[in-house]
């Protein structure tokens, strides 16, 4: 009888925890030491209080976690880290743990691969779960990250000599950026070909009328709108030209997308061959305006007046946004491409499937959203996807699960055509494509259960038979589409039928669909049945390379089938081959000439692909400049243990797509992914864009992935500034700096460009389209002998300080000139809306 009694009481015992929802528990997590035993690891730490009046027991429970680093090894015995899928993770009590008294603590060391630098690094989304309630998962909330402070916490390695940030580093990175007077700044941003101020100006009131003609009309009636909001009172359009102030002109003999402005205290004329070049010609009218004119009524506008020549460097100005990592709402989406029309982007890649989420409803298939789109906890196979990225336990509530209805997205694509941007969804395949796999496997369970088979299999991504074993860059194993399945041809032509239908309800131009193709790990379809039957039936399929370029010649039949071109990742235009009996990639001939289209990401310095852009446009292929190094807007700003995004790839400061060259990126390219002074010999051997490669080069891209970006909050930090940067890299011809690597004349770039966001166009932006939180900039901070000096890298943002220990506020002193230096001193950085940015302390 004695055995039983233990199990019994361990049962009352966790019932009782059960009742009480999520046990009360205090759990902070820490990086011990990076470079653990020399190796690229880190070990780091949670400790867990109990803080309630029971003991925690022994057993029948388990702590979930996300966590982006792949754990090799728990150190402790007591408690254990164990891998399911993904980024999730389980904490599980092995049989030596007894339980924990209440106060009482426990550590558990783990050591995972890489190394692990910023907050956004930890584990996220910690949540319990009861074996009595396996279904139910409860938020653990009372979990805190603990900073790094010491050389081992925050050095990747023994010879990472590039320590975190401090106010002496980001003053020196200050200091040669000018303070520049107001009057003395371009008003339009991107920056025109031709710009002229004469020194006159236009004021318009409720009275002033509009012309345009029938070709212009839509574009006369999107700037009535936006003026009558400003002045409280509509301002109509007329029939007259001769009876208005703002008058558009067709002008024919102006290049796409190109327009002209005319603005004196008469009025002004906005003339351009098409369409999009009147709108943006009435954008730059509406960036002459005042920057504060925005988010009120007033009784009157006063426009700058100038001379406005301008055209677009690249025809294809874009901004990804990944929406299925974490979900990004309609209002949210519709902000982003209000600021894209205003700084003359074009097209919106959207990022809406991926192993973590399908965010699009497709009518033909509802399955996609019933289960790909919703992520939470489940001890029901396949009634949802499972946490990631810090999702939680809940369905709801949460940036994990989402969609856009299909008559949500139809108003999306209708609200970007007005704007003259182009919506480019991507289809993530083969690889990327848990969320699909997952959604047509639940398909495929409840046909069958109803004896359906032949529905059942009808969309099917995976191969039930499929022994392959293998792991992706984000570890999971069940994450692609088994290219050998008749059934895999047949979802990809389903979805992008129901995707075409969209768009032509909304009258929505599209051209083209991306099909994804990144990151296909090694191992997959190599002991899987459909493949080796499909080798039978196909003998010149000898390799598993050799699958991937069978089922892009697929895709590429089908969209030209559909009147689209194949636009993808980099990867589907490569060729795996062998060069002195080592693995090469080379430009993949098959495709060339077939209009195909691909971003181009890797050019991390260091990791030897630097030229793949180049390599690829001088081939043939169409290409997006989509650079890690510049344009990843979800790389952190820079290197410090509170600031949130990646850093794998670069650290990205607003200066990074500012000083973008595109036909010659290597030319003032000077650090590498780590923020070392870069060793310019990387770039030896590299191919360089020839003239043929560079009329291939037909865009830029920034991207934002959403790993770490979880709020709309985020999204505006992680994307503004940088995004200016990017659209003026994209829009404004090539500046003298980049041909002649003038470093002076770069630096008076910069200084115009940073006086232009602190006074202008951040200003504009606390307003514009409900407002923005994007990142004000940390103050820099010198000290010399008993005095301390202080900047900022956008003038026109206010500093302010505290010398008491305080948390500096918008009421604190504000810096004007060196002052005497004490301890603990603090400076924080304000926007003209009171908001302040993060508080850096300064010592003697």
């Not at 780091?44 to 996300?66: D, E, Q, R, S, V």
């Not at 697929?554 to 993808?568: A, C, E, M, T």
């Not at 990791?607 to 997006?624: F, I, M, Q, S």
């Not at 709309?712 to 700096?737: C, F, H, I, N």
Request: charged fraction near 20%; charge should be neutral.
């Amino acid at each position: 009888m004695i055995r039983y009694i233990l199990p019994t009481l361990l049962l009352i015992s966790s019932a009782l925890w059960a009742q009480l929802t999520a046990p009360p528990l205090k759990i902070s997590w820490e990086i011990i030491e990076n470079n653990h035993q020399g190796k690229s690891a880190s070990l780091t730490a949670f400790t867990i209080t109990n803080t309630g009046k029971k003991p925690l027991p022994k057993n029948g429970w388990t702590m979930y976690f996300n966590f982006v680093r792949k754990v090799d090894t728990t150190l402790s015995t007591d408690l254990k880290v164990r891998h399911i899928n993904g980024d999730l993770f389980q904490l599980v009590p092995t049989a030596s743990f007894q339980g924990l008294k209440p106060g009482a603590s426990v550590q558990v060391n783990f050591i995972s691969e890489a190394w692990v630098v910023n907050f956004t690094d930890g584990p996220a989304g910690l949540y319990w779960v009861w074996d009595q309630q396996p279904e139910k998962g409860y938020s653990l909330t009372d979990y805190t990250i603990k900073p790094s402070t010491q050389p081992r916490q925050y050095q990747r390695f023994a010879g990472d000599k590039f320590g975190l940030i401090t106010p002496a580093t980001t003053f020196a990175q200050n200091k040669s950026i000018q303070d520049i007077p107001e009057k003395e700044i371009p008003k339009i941003l991107p920056t025109p070909q031709h710009y002229r101020e004469t020194g006159t100006s236009l004021v318009i009131t409720p009275e002033t009328k509009l012309f345009a003609p029938a070709d212009f009309k839509e574009e006369a009636s999107f700037l009535a709108g936006q003026l009558s909001a400003m002045l409280g009172k509509s301002v109509t359009s007329t029939t007259q030209k001769a009876e208005a102030a703002i008058v558009f002109r067709v002008d024919s003999s102006l290049a796409k997308e190109a327009y002209r402005l005319i603005v004196n205290e008469k009025g002004a004329e906005i003339a351009a061959a098409d369409r999009a070049g009147a709108f943006y010609g009435m954008q730059s009218l509406m960036a002459l305006l005042p920057p504060t004119s925005w988010g009120k009524t007033q009784a009157n506008l006063t426009v700058v007046g100038a001379e406005v020549n301008d055209q677009p460097r690249f025809g294809h100005r874009a901004i990804m946004l990944d929406i299925a990592r974490n979900f990004h709402s309609k209002k949210q989406l519709l902000k982003l491409l209000d600021l894209m029309g205003f700084y003359k982007l074009n097209v919106l890649h959207l990022h809406f499937s991926d192993d973590e989420g399908w965010r699009l409803e497709m009518p033909s298939l509802p399955e996609l959203t019933q289960v790909g789109a919703m992520r939470g906890h489940s001890n029901t196979p396949l009634k949802n996807l499972q946490p990631a990225y810090g999702s939680g336990p809940d369905l709801t509530a949460n940036a994990g699960t989402g969609y856009y209805s299909r008559l949500e997205f139809v108003d999306i694509l209708r609200y970007a055509t007005a704007r003259h941007i182009k919506v480019i969804p991507e289809i993530e395949a083969p690889g990327h494509a848990r969320a699909a796999i997952k959604a047509m496997e639940a398909r495929y369970v409840s046909k069958l259960a109803e004896g359906r088979k032949v529905e059942a299999e009808k969309y099917l991504l995976h191969d039930p038979a499929d022994r392959s074993v293998y792991r992706s860059v984000q570890m999971y194993n069940d994450n692609v589409i088994n290219v050998a399945l008749p059934s895999a041809y047949r979802f990809l032509e389903t979805v992008t039928d129901d995707i075409l239908a969209m768009y032509r309800e909304a009258g929505a131009p599209l051209e083209t669909i991306h099909y994804g193709g990144d990151e296909v790990p090694t191992g997959v379809w190599t002991n899987s049945p459909a493949v080796e039957k499909l080798r039978q039936q196909n003998p010149e399929l000898k390799t598993t390379d050799d699958l991937w370029y069978y089922f892009y010649g697929k895709i590429n039949d089908l969209v030209q089938k559909r009147g689209l071109f194949l636009y993808g990742w980099e990867e589907i235009a490569m060729r795996k081959t062998m060069l002195d009996g080592k693995p090469h990639i080379i430009p993949n001939p098959d495709f060339v000439g077939q209009d195909m289209q691909v971003d181009v990401w890797n050019n991390v310095l260091g990791w030897g692909a630097e030229d793949l852009a180049y390599r690829l446009a001088n081939a043939g292929y169409k290409v997006v400049l989509s650079c890690v190094t510049h344009l990843y807007f979800d790389m952190s700003y820079y290197k410090s243990f509170d600031e949130p995004g990646y850093y794998w790839g670069a650290y990205t400061d607003v200066d990074k797509p500012f000083s973008f060259i595109p036909y010659d990126y290597f030319k003032n390219s000077k650090e590498d992914r780590l923020g070392n002074p870069l060793d310019r010999s990387i770039f030896n051997g590299k191919e360089r864009l020839t003239d043929y490669g560079k009329q291939n080069i037909v865009g830029i891209q920034g991207l934002l992935w959403s790993e770490t970006v979880n709020s709309p909050e985020r999204v505006d930090y992680m994307m503004l500034p940088k995004l200016m940067g990017m659209a003026e890299r994209a829009w404004a011809q090539s500046p003298t700096w980049a041909e002649t690597n003038d470093e002076k004349a770069y630096q008076k770039a910069w200084s115009v460009f940073a006086n232009q966001l602190g006074k202008r166009e951040l200003p504009r932006l606390d307003a514009f389209a409900g407002g923005f939180a994007y990142r004000v900039p940390t103050a820099g901070a010198l000290v010399e002998g008993n005095q301390v000096q202080a900047n900022v890298q956008l003038p026109g943002l206010t500093i302010r300080y505290t010398t008491d220990g305080t948390e500096p506020t918008v009421n604190s002193a504000v810096y004007s000139q060196p002052i005497s230096v004490s301890k603990g001193m603090k400076f924080r950085v304000f926007n003209s809306a009171g908001r302040g940015g993060r508080t850096v302390v300064v010592n003697p």
